[in-house]
T-cell receptor, first 114, second 116 residues
């Protein structure tokens, strides 16, 4: 699995967009980028994933650079409940039903301020 | 509602005792996983199971054991051989183990084990 680098913490004002960066410079062409978040003392929650194209769902948008060496998770209108640790994870496409072996780093603690 | 139930939420154990953490899912998922999280750290994979009656070691399997006798259940036993068992334990499941969008992990709420 490729290694990811995220800032340890970020602040965001309530109602503003939160942009969380992730570097994955060693990513290979068949690796997906996944984002999860973890609210204190709870299990991680899936947010979004992508391979090459930008993706959007009801929770967030994922912008992946053309060279795929970095990505940005965007929460369009952050609320206090979005305060959590956000994990950017990259894993390899493996043929034959190999495991979902996600490597979680230490993530980014996003603090949404009122 | 479908989901993953872990129990107990909090557990205290004396040194030298084995303890079993329960994980039950009603999502009809084939694959199940156990992760360990230490304070300020990411998640580390202990064991995983792709189908009933089959499981494989993850990155930190020493001192742990699992069973997968039913599709819905994947209990984790923390044995006395685990040298630092105090941690937050997370169970997860996925529909399969491929890489399509349907195979993202769904996590339980976690079990916090403290060894006294």
């Amino acid at each position: 699995d490729a290694k990811t680098t995220q800032p340890p913490s970020m602040d965001c004002a309530e109602g503003r967009a939160a942009n969380l960066p992730c570097n994955h410079s060693t990513i290979s062409g068949n690796e997906y980028v996944y984002w999860y978040r973890q609210i204190h003392s709870q299990g991680p929650q899936y947010i979004i994933h992508g391979l090459k194209n930008n993706e959007t769902n009801e929770m967030a948008s994922l912008i992946i650079t053309e060279d795929r060496k970095s990505s940005t998770l965007i929460l369009p209108h952050a609320t206090l409940r979005d305060t959590a640790v956000y994990y950017c994870i990259v894993r390899v496409r493996q043929v034959g039903g190999a495991t979902n072996k996600l490597i979680f780093g230490t993530g980014t603690l996003l603090a949404v301020q009122p | 509602d479908g989901g993953i139930t872990q129990s107990p939420k909090y557990l205290f154990r004396k040194e030298g005792q084995n303890v079993t953490l329960s994980c039950e899912q009603n999502l009809n998922h084939d694959a199940m996983y156990w992760y360990r999280q230490d304070p300020g750290q990411g998640l580390r994979l202990i064991y995983y199971s792709q189908i009933v009656n089959d499981f494989q070691k993850g990155d930190i399997a020493e001192g742990y054991s699992v069973s997968r006798e039913k599709k819905e259940s994947f209990p984790l036993t923390v044995t006395s051989a685990q040298k630092n068992p105090t941690a937050f334990y997370l169970c997860a499941s996925s529909k399969g183990t491929g890489l399509s969008g349907a195979n993202v992990l769904t996590f339980g709420a976690g079990s916090r084990l403290t060894v006294l």
